[in-house]
């Protein structure tokens, strides 16, 4: 290869390696800023500010979920699989809210420990699949 | 190896002439698998357990997302090739697909907040997959930006190698943000070393209108470089002949 070729490969291959770590560096000092939510485990650990507007999120507990019978008042827990949070809030859930899905909660963390939300927000996961499949493998769990 | 391809690949004549015979027959082929994909996807495929019919806009979403970072990708590498070997045909590149990229993230995010009002309850959440796209849009229109602002065609060539080449770092921040960071974002569902978490009569329609979006984009853009060509060798006697034989 020409020798001016090389130089240039060179030069620009450094350049390139310089900022990819500096935003690398960048991005693993401010990860927490970057992550959307607090884990469960992390409101735990003490992570999570109280008082202040946060997001926290999991998977939404089994048979944790009591709606009040007056009123749109919801309260549930989510989870990592580790440790569990209790979120309250008022209103409408999205379409998606169920058992075993996860969520996103936004809100303020109170001096129980508990978040109160001022919106929750549905995730889903990367699985698609036609109803019939669905409740075939229902059917085939439950037997 | 062989270099002779790449070596003709630098020939704006042997382009031009190449892409008169490839550009019509992808954008017509493209429309045609985009056009079955999109009609299966939106109209037969079957619906998600839990999504039902909003699922569908996947057959949009993805297809389009993807392509708007493969753009991306192709750009880095032309800009690279641009600032190596000086090769006439890249800077022509990037200038006529930055344009179609950005229209390709444009959809992809428009496409994603439609989804997901209905799915996730907001149109817009800032989080690191959502940011990252909007970055990607911002960084053609960037490209494109610095390439109609600077009126020395060869400084603004080179500023807008320099750009796309070093925009390449966002890439791999998109792919795997929903893995480094929480997300509101599911990860992907395609991965080219797993089998797909959806049936095939699920997918099978979306890779259709993936690959005819490829293609699709591939024809247009060849059409755009050709036009780029016309426009940079308006002086060379091969185009003065193209053009009293067979018009523009």
Known sequence: MHPVRKKRIVTISVIL??????????????????????????????????????????????NSVERASDSLNVAFRVTDYKHSLRIEYKGILPDLFREGQGIVAQGKLDERGVLIASEVLAKHDEEYMPPEVSAALEQSKAQ | ??????????????????????????????????????????????????????????????????????CYLAMGIAGFVSLVWQMKLAPVFIKSVAPVGAIMALIALVSGAIWGKPTWGTWWVWDARLTSVLVLFLLYMGVMAIQNALDDQVFADKAVAVVSLVGVINLPIIKYSVEWWNTLHQPATFKLTEKPSMPMEMWLPLLFSAIGLYLFAAGVSMWRMQTEVLMRERKANWVKKEVLEHGI
């Open chain 1, 17 to 62: 390696v310089v900022l990819a770590t500096a935003i690398g560096l960048v991005m693993y000092a401010l990860s927490q800023n970057i992550n959307l939510f607090y884990s469960p485990t992390q409101v735990e650990a003490g992570e999570a500010p109280q008082g202040v507007t946060l997001r926290a999120g999991g998977m939404v507990v089994e």
């Open chain 2, 1 to 70: 190896m062989n270099w002779t391809w790449f070596h003709k690949l630098g020939s704006p004549k042997w382009f031009y002439q190449w892409a008169s015979n490839w550009g019509g027959r992808c954008v017509y082929v493209g429309l045609a698998l985009l056009l079955v994909g999109v009609v299966w996807g939106l109209g037969f495929a079957p619906q998600d357990y839990q999504q039902g019919n909003s699922f569908r806009i996947i057959y949009i979403h993805v297809p389009v997302a993807v392509l708007a970072q493969s």
